[in-house]
């Protein structure tokens, strides 16, 4: 069946440094990929997505690109806040269904 | 616009009692639903999903059970809760329309500890 695997946890960061969490994904056919954002106690937010190959989600200076190649949707921000700290989900949907299938979330701390 | 409400936020409940969590959806008609739970430290499981009044698919073995008996409200609900039953629920919807990205927009969840 369908899996996403996303690097573990946690990522401690300094303020303004790069930051990158892995996503791999296997799926048949072509799913679309997301990134939710969970802050502490809250719910799941939609924070990008991308429903095709080679498709860029973006928000809030966040990025992340659909490569089917590698079937990858690596996440990245240039310069992280501490606003940022959070835990990070990668997922992907399935069409038949209709439902996400979720990795198990990287905790991201950033540290002023 | 849409707005999605999950009650109660926090609960406490011993081994053995009953459980009814709500989820209702604004602002939209015929969505799909879905309950999620998320254990500690963990990520997040599809426990059923909806397409429709009445329509119930339940995704993992256990004993929860999920009702849908309006258009936009879905019941999440045990007759007797275990320990490992403890965790953060968490409802979606999905818009029908067509051309959706299929992207699911979260309620606010339900903690759950049980006793």
């Known amino acids: 069946g369908d899996s996403v695997t996303q690097m573990e946890g946690p990522v401690t960061l300094s303020e303004e440094a790069f930051l990158t969490i892995n996503c791999t994904y296997t799926?048949?056919?072509?799913?679309?990929l997301f990134w939710y954002v969970q802050y502490p106690g809250e719910g799941l937010q939609l924070l990008l997505k991308?429903?095709?190959?080679?498709d860029k989600g973006s928000n809030k200076g966040f990025e992340a690109t659909y490569r089917k190649e590698t079937t990858s949707f690596h996440l990245e921000k240039g310069s992280v806040q501490v606003s940022d700290s959070a835990v990070y989900f990668c997922?992907?949907?399935?069409?038949?269904?209709?439902?996400?299938?979720f990795g198990s979330g990287t905790r991201l701390q950033v540290q002023p | 616009s849409q707005t999605i409400h999950q009650w109660p936020a926090t609960l406490v409940q011993p081994v053995g009692s009953p459980l009814s969590l709500e989820c209702t959806v604004e602002?939209?008609?015929?969505?799909?639903l879905y309950w999620y739970r998320q254990a500690a430290g963990r990520g997040l499981q599809l426990l059923f999903y909806?397409?429709?009044?009445?329509?119930i698919s339940s995704e993992v073995p256990q004993n929860l059970s999920a009702s849908r008996p309006q258009d936009r409200q879905f019941i999440l609900s045990s007759k007797k809760l275990l320990l490992s039953d403890s965790g953060f629920y968490l409802c979606?919807?999905?818009?029908?329309?067509?051309?959706?990205?299929?992207?699911?927009?979260f309620g606010p969840g339900t903690r759950l500890t049980v006793t």
């Open positions: 997922a992907l949907s399935d069409k038949g269904r209709r439902a996400l299938t």
């Open positions: 991308a429903t095709k190959a080679d």
């Open positions: 909806s397409v429709g009044i009445g329509q």
């Open positions: 799926a048949t056919g072509y799913p679309s």
């Open positions: 602002g939209t008609s015929n969505p799909n």
């Open positions: 979606a919807w999905l818009p029908t329309l067509a051309g959706s990205s299929y992207e699911q927009y």
